[in-house]
Nanobody, 125 residues
Framework: QVQLVESGGGLVQAGGSLTLSCAASGRTFSSKAMGWFRQAPGKEREFVAA????????TYADSVKGRFTISRDNAENTVYLQMNSLKPEDTAVYYCATRSRFGPPTTYQYDYAYWGQGTQVTVSS
């Protein structure tokens, strides 16, 4: 059984920082790609960042480039999303997801087979 668990969301003032975690269990994902997505109220789910669980190329949405950074703890099957200089428009539920098959990190949510439950990030102005 594949399980992805996000944590680290919360309420922060604009300009502040948060670090989200995505812990995977149930299968070995080291060679697979994973992504972070977010969904704000009334909006479509959108791509945030993507990489391989084990490291390698990373892609960021233009809206977060330079502010968000992916890192990982391979031993713990955990990927982190460090979010700095947060803006009110970053407010959303953040989800991590993983591909079940080999393939590059993509911005397309339907490439990802397994999803976490999401964690709320609220940035106040």
């Amino acid at each position: 059984q594949v399980q992805l668990v996000e944590s680290g969301g919360g309420l922060v003032q604009a300009g502040g920082s948060l670090t989200l975690s995505c812990a995977a269990s149930g299968r070995t994902f080291s060679s697979k790609a994973m992504g972070w997505f977010r969904q704000a109220p009334g909006k479509e789910r959108e791509f945030v960042a993507a990489t391989y669980w084990s490291g390698g190329s990373t892609t960021y949405a233009d809206s977060v480039k330079g502010r968000f950074t992916i890192s990982r703890d391979n031993a713990e099957n955990t990927v982190y999303l460090q979010m700095n200089s947060l803006k009110p428009e970053d407010t959303a539920v953040y989800y991590c997801a993983t591909r079940s098959r080999f393939g590059p990190p993509t911005t397309y949510q339907y490439d990802y087979a397994y999803w976490g439950q999401g964690t709320q990030v609220t940035v106040s102005s």
